[in-house]
């Protein structure tokens, strides 16, 4: 009987401890965001280029986060792309890649970019981009309404 009643108080404990932690995370969440703080306030992290990573891998890797975006457009047009050209890539056009889809801090501006829409920045003003924008124009009309297979 007394170690149901311990287990009872732990789980009790437990409870209200999370209870208390969530609220304090919505709590400040909230304070955060009722204040006037841009963008600019809460910096991201700048992209770290893997050292010592052997193509095979970066290749791998890239093809991941081409299909893994978090938006439907950038998950379609990278992907096709990817498996329409990623393999063909030496050593220095992968790199490009990499840093196109990887040092943008939002992927709206590569979309944008790859479409036309805004103007691309001369530092991913590369082959690999014009690749891009040629392979966006999709001038054969390919099927591209879901992601290639692996």
């Given at each position: 009987m007394r170690l149901f009643s311990l287990i009872r108080a732990c789980q009790s404990s437990?409870?209200?401890s999370t209870y208390q932690s969530s609220t304090r995370v919505l709590f400040q969440s909230h304070r955060l965001s009722s204040t006037n703080n841009t963008e600019d306030d809460y910096p991201l992290?700048?992209?770290q280029e893997r050292q010592k990573e052997a193509l095979e891998v970066k290749k791998?890797?890239?093809l991941y986060q081409s299909r893994k975006r978090?938006?439907?457009e950038n998950g379609l047009l990278l992907s096709t792309f990817a498996a329409e050209f990623?393999?063909?890539f030496?050593?220095?056009e992968t790199t490009m890649y990499d840093k196109l889809i990887n040092k943008p801090s939002n992927d709206w501006e590569i979309y944008?970019?790859?479409i036309g829409n805004k103007p691309t920045p001369e530092e991913f003003d590369n082959k690999i981009m014009d690749m891009l924008k040629k392979h966006a124009s999709n001038e054969n009309l390919?099927?591209?309404s879901r992601q290639p297979d692996l």
């Open positions: 437990a409870r209200q992290p700048e992209y791998a890797r890239l978090g938006m439907l990623l393999n063909s030496d050593e220095k944008y970019w790859a390919d099927d591209r």
